[in-house]
């Protein structure tokens, strides 16, 4: 499985950008697709994370990026995105994708190479 981010960058305070996560090597549907950030001095952290499945487009996300963060997917172009609004400078890290190793668990077996989000103040 491989997954290629992209969509990082530099950003005001209270702007907005859109990372995209493109998933080859297998079939998309029924696994779990996520987004984990990591930012300087710290451990990774769990952001957000959607079933892959087909009739599915809830997200789950981690507290501090509720109702700013939104998960979404494109079964079509095996693609998941990360909307972020109002960004603030916490939000500043590397940002990974990551793909499930099991269908409808939350086992993140594969990792995107990481895109940078550096939000200033």
């Known amino acids: 499985v491989q997954l290629q981010a992209s969509g990082g960058g530099l950003v005001q305070a209270g702007g907005s950008l859109r990372l995209s996560c493109a998933a080859s090597g297998r079939t998309f549907s029924g696994y779990f697709m996520g987004w984990f950030r990591q930012a300087p001095g710290k451990e990774r952290e769990f952001v957000a994370a959607i079933s892959a499945a087909v009739s599915w487009n809830g997200g789950s996300y981690t507290d501090s990026v509720k109702g700013r963060f939104t998960i979404s997917k494109d079964n079509i172009k095996s693609t998941v995105y990360l909307q972020m609004n109002s960004l603030k400078p916490e939000d500043t890290a590397v940002y990974y994708c990551?793909?499930?190793?099991?269908?409808?668990?939350?086992?993140?077996?594969?990792w995107g190479q990481g895109t940078q989000v550096t939000v200033s103040s």
């Open positions: 990551a793909a499930s190793g099991d269908k409808g668990r939350q086992n993140w077996a594969y």
